[in-house]
């Protein structure tokens, strides 16, 4: 497992370099993830073997520049680093039983008693949601428990998908997550999302996977879950380290809530392809076989679905408050605070040209 960080200095420009341990060891020929991934695509080399020959001697202290104590800062673990808006930011929701239950308790109210792990605590859990409940997202999670693990080679269900925005909503670790002065809230979503790239032939490259928080505004959605779709478009983090071979099979963390500099909130979540009801390649075939998704030059990061929500504790997020996602095998922790607009929202008027 390699761990790559994206850093930015005022005057020196951007830089790549590989974690180890306290470590950040900077690479050459590249100035972003991206770049590093288009030259091995372009060697024919695996992104591993391109990093490996990349290695410098020289080399930076993580803690400092962790702790925002250096001059050199973290950018988010992927983007797009000449062109923002060629960067699509999206997800797929009602992957993960607890966002299901989320949603279904969101919308009518009903709660559910919590039942075994794994696959048939999965089939109790769909007959309770089918016996008590008939919305479309619980008849969506359903689906994705039937037919989003298909065999190898095969076309499995389409999940429900949504679009956060372009590299310009993309926070790195540190940086605030902002609440307009039009939304309703702000609420924490810990996941992992893929970062990819698309190659000159046209065909989607994974470079690895990222963790992150895809914040929503959970309090617009619960007014009605056809307003899904607005309360995605916020600004939204991911890193600090991006992982290349993750394994994401079986991932467990913690995500917390930090007020005045203790914790306010804390819940354990487990994501992987275990405690989903799609496969990864079912998610990614179903992003990539749009084909306004495979523009060579392109960048994407997609979410993959949230397992804990501190909105569904009940939870109110508070300007200042500090989300904390740590997630074993993916690097340090992403930390973000929440920022409030704090005013009234304004009219955006349209002028004629």
Known sequence: MIRLIQLKHSREGRRVAVV????????????????????????RISLAKQISAS???????????????SAWRLLPA?????????CLVTGTGLTHRKSAENRQAMHSGTGFQPVSAGVEGDRLQANRLEACATSDSMKMYRWGLEGGRPARGKIGVSPEWFYKGCGTILRAHGEPLD?????????????????????????????GLVLGNEFS?????????????????RTCAVGPELIVDADFRDAHGTTRILRGGKVAWSNPFATGEKNMCHTVAN??????????????GDAHIHFFGADAFSFG?????????????????????????IRSANKK?????????
């Open 20 to 43: 180890e341990e306290n470590t950040l060891r900077l690479l050459t020929a590249a100035n972003s993830i991206f770049e590093l991934a288009q030259a091995a695509i372009a060697k």
């Open 78 to 86: 992927f983007d797009h680093p000449d062109e923002p808006a060629r």
């Open 345 to 353: 929202p304004e009219l955006v008027k349209v002028k004629e040209i």
């Open 217 to 233: 505004d959970h309090v617009l959605e619960e007014k009605n879950y056809l307003y899904l779709a607005p309360s995605k478009l």
């Open 313 to 337: 504790d009940g939870v109110r997020l508070e300007d200042g408050d500090v989300m904390e996602i740590e997630l074993a095998g993916f690097g340090r922790a992403l930390r973000n605070p």
């Open 283 to 296: 998610l990614e075939h179903h992003h990539f076989k749009y084909l306004a998704h495979r523009r060579p």
């Open 179 to 207: 609440v307009p002065a039009f939304a309703l809230d702000g609420g924490d979503e810990a996941e992992v999302a893929g970062a990819y790239l698309i190659d000159p032939s046209g065909t989607p490259r994974r470079v």
């Open 55 to 69: 290695r410098l001697r020289e080399s930076f202290d993580y803690d400092s520049i962790y702790l925002g104590e």
